[in-house]
């Protein structure tokens, strides 16, 4: 199901950019999302 955010973008664009943003704060926190980030 595609839930319309007010801004007009959908919950996948949504998750495009926040997923994004975590991998970049495990990867920055965690040093095993580091180390998987090196391959």
Known sequence: ???NFP???TGV???NTI???CQ???STYHP???TSDRR
Do not use: A, E, I, S
């Open 1 to 3: 199901m595609v839930q």
């Open 7 to 9: 801004d007009g973008t």
């Open 13 to 15: 664009d949504q998750l």
């Open 19 to 21: 997923l994004p943003r």
């Open 24 to 26: 970049d704060l495990v």
């Open 32 to 34: 095993l999302g580091m």
